[in-house]
Each structure stands twice: as C-alpha cells, then as structure tokens.
C-alpha cells in the first residue's frame, strides 16, 4: 500500500505536535501519524498531514520505586525494553517483536499470549495526546479516565499520542520450553495447557499433524540464556535462513508445499532456555509475509481452529506458513479485541507476493461464524456494522470520537470503514 500526504513533519516535542496539528487542520488537511509501518492495514495512510515519529522519541522519566517508564511516542519497543532492563525492570507481557514505536504498538492492541497478563495497552497507566483543536490531554485513571480508557487502543482516530508510561515490575526469569506437539494433543488439551502455563502458544503447520508448542514461565534461574551458536541455528539459521528458502521454493512451486511442510515439520525439535523476559517474549521476524488475525471467544478456539483445518484439506490451498494460537484474558478497553472476554488469538499469514486473498477470506468467514474480532493492525475486511455488534461499548468509542474530533481531523479511508462516518 502507498500513501501520498500534501504534508510530512518530524516533530520533535508535543508543543511541536499541536502546532502541526493546528495548521493542517485550519488548512483542511487530515492527520495521521506513522509508526514504523509494522501494521499490514491503512490506518495510518493520509493524503492530508503524516506526522512522523523519529524525534519524539526517548525516556522522559523513570521511576524504579513506582514501577513506571514513560516514553516518547516514538520510542521503539526494543529500546524501552533495554532501558527497563538496565535498571532492573521488566514490562509483565509482550509480543513476539520490538521494533514497533510504543504508540504505534499500544494504537492497534498488539499483544502477546498469557494466562493472566494482558496486552501492550493494558500495561499503560498513562498516555499524552494531542487532540483535534491543537489542545494536549494527559491522561490517566484519575485525569479524563474516560478518555484513556479508551485512547489505549484508540486506532488514531482520537488524536496523536505523544507520550505513553507504562507499568513495570522487577525484572524476573522466564524459562522457555519449545517442544513439538502433533495436533490432536495440542487441540485435546488446550485449556490444560493454557491452565497449567503463564504464556502458552503454538503454532500448527498446515497439511500436516504437527505443532510447535511454547510454554513461558517464570523461574528462580539461574540464567541460561540459548547458546550462541545453537540460538542463531533455531532462530536464524532455521527459522529465518531456511525458512526463507522454503518459502521462496513454495512460491516458485505451490504444489511442492504440503511435502515442503511434512519434511519441515519432521525437523523440529526441542530445547529449553532461561533468560530475562524481552528476550524469550520477542525473537527476530526476517521473511516477509502478509498476515490476518482474529480474536475469538477462548471457549470458541479449538473448534474455530479444526473448522480450518477442515477447510484448508478440502481446499486447492496451499499454505506455507504456520498458524500462529496464542491467548489473552479479559480486559475492560472498549476497542481491545479481548475486552469482556477470556480470549484466543488465530492469526493466518502468506508468504508476501503470494495470492492470500482466497485464504483470508475462507478463515475470516470461519472466524466471524465464532463472533471473532480482527486485529486491528491485520487485514480483515470487516465494517462498522459488523464490529459494533462484537464490542460492546462501540457506540461509547464513537461519541467520545464525536466529541474529541467532530470534524475527523484524524479521519481517512480506514477509520471510515471500521469506524463509520
């Protein structure tokens, strides 16, 4: 997708930010701002003002006793997380990458997978965001609380975030067990192993019987970090370097993947680590794809996930990428796609400049058979109709947005769609 704005800025402060804001508006121009273009949707595409985060960037403060980092807007993930760990300090959960802008990160709802620790935007305890009118709002549980609730997945539609503080603990072990599991018994036994685990998640790999199980806990240690050579074998070598080739050869050749898949599959194998938690949350991402996800209702998971199954064995599909299942518990922020209920993520990907449209649509009509809610950041063509029946304070999302931004500033094609007029 490519975006062309009349208008580009790098502001460097929130004073800045507002002043941007200001001109554009009183020149007609919408606004958006950019993170590092991670979200596979147009929610940031503007032809108005694209305001860029490459200077709103750093640690304004941190606070050891409290627990409590905020941060510019534009501050990588990757670079809170060296900064918690270098005092001492750890975020609770995390996704599976950090190079996102922490805004760009908390505006879509990215998550993680874990029993009982939420999302990104769940670990906020304040943000900084300039509205419509030029005006900044700092905002919190006790200061416009109505306007962080929601703010905290707030698609850029209610203004820019500038800054964000997020809650921290000290920082503590995990060991990571990574053992391949066939399919039946990963399905037969999800809620055990989603129980019995802090962060849970596997992945299946389509036209075979075989998943790769992650089971994150925490440990007493001592530290024992993946080795050298044998991590950059597992996690380069393996699931970037030959990956990469299999994909490619499966491009080149559709009908060679169900066999690329049963010899890739055969290959896994086990090992287990400890080490601090970015570390074990995040590993590197270096083949390109496409992606789509859904949150269905966690009761809903196994039966969503074999009607796939189902579908892909009946299909002419073929699909060379793993099914990624991962887990959230309930939250209250009216657009986060596990608000009010324990929840499971499906996410479906294709290697890029391969056709996906048949396959994301075929898993989309499955998923919202089970009252599924698309990642914000991943495609889905879902619309305003269909998403104000899923969440239940939609309409409360909307008139806050009515009332912050009653001339969509902050509008485009995207937020039209999924949000409405």
């Not at 900064?83 to 001492?88: D, F, Q, R, V, Y």
């Not at 060679?256 to 590993?283: C, E, G, H, M, N």
């Not at 009607?307 to 073929?318: D, G, K, W």
Request: proline share 5%.
């Amino acid at each position: 997708m490519t975006a062309h704005p009349a208008r580009t800025r790098s502001p460097a402060t929130t004073a800045e930010v507002a002043a941007a804001v200001r001109s554009a508006a009183d020149a007609g121009l919408a606004v958006k701002a950019v993170g590092t273009g991670h979200s596979f949707t147009t929610a940031a595409a503007t032809d108005g003002l694209l305001i860029r985060p490459e200077r709103l960037t750093g640690v304004h403060a941190l606070d050891t006793e409290a627990g409590t980092v905020t941060v510019g807007a534009g501050t990588s993930l990757k670079r809170v997380n060296a900064t918690l760990a270098a005092h001492g300090l750890s975020l609770t959960n995390m996704g599976d990458i950090m190079e996102q802008t922490a805004a760009g990160a908390i505006s879509t709802g990215t998550h993680g997978t874990g029993r009982s620790s939420a999302s990104l935007s769940a670990q906020l305890t304040g943000l900084e965001l300039v509205t419509a009118d030029g005006s900044t709002l700092h905002c919190s549980a006790t200061e416009h609380p109505d306007v962080f609730a929601a703010a905290r997945v707030g698609l850029g539609a209610l203004g820019v975030v500038t800054a964000l503080t997020f809650a921290a603990e000290p920082q503590f072990l995990l060991t990571a067990r990574e053992e391949p599991m066939p399919f039946d018994r990963v399905t037969d036994e999800f809620d055990q192993l989603v129980a019995d685990n802090e962060h849970f998640e596997f992945y299946w790999f389509p036209h075979t019987g075989s998943c790769l199980t992650k089971r994150n806990n925490r440990s007493a240690g001592p530290l024992a970090p993946a080795g050298r050579i044998s991590g950059w074998v597992d996690d380069e070598l393996v699931s970037n370097g030959l990956f990469q080739a299999a994909c490619s050869l499966g491009r080149a050749i559709p009908a060679a993947i169900p066999a690329i898949a049963q010899v890739s599959s055969r290959a896994l194998s086990a090992r287990t680590y400890t080490d601090i938690p970015y570390k074990v949350f995040t590993s590197p991402r270096r083949v390109r794809f496409v992606e789509s996800e859904y949150a269905v209702p966690r009761e809903a998971a196994i039966e969503a996930l074999r009607a796939l199954r189902a579908m892909i064995e009946r299909s002419r599909l073929r699909v060379s990428f793993p099914v990624e299942v991962r887990t959230a518990p309930a939250d209250d922020i009216p657009l986060s796609t596990s608000f009010g209920r324990e929840t499971a993520y499906i996410a479906v990907h294709m290697y890029r400049g391969t056709p996906y449209e048949s396959y994301f649509t075929a898993v989309e009509q499955i998923m919202t058979a089970h009252g599924g809610r698309p990642h914000w950041g991943k495609l889905h063509s879902r619309d305003a109709s269909y998403l104000s029946d899923v969440y239940p304070r939609f309409a409360e999302f909307t008139a806050l947005r009515d009332r912050l931004d009653p001339d969509r500033v902050f509008g485009n094609a995207y937020l039209r769609r999924v949000l409405g007029d």
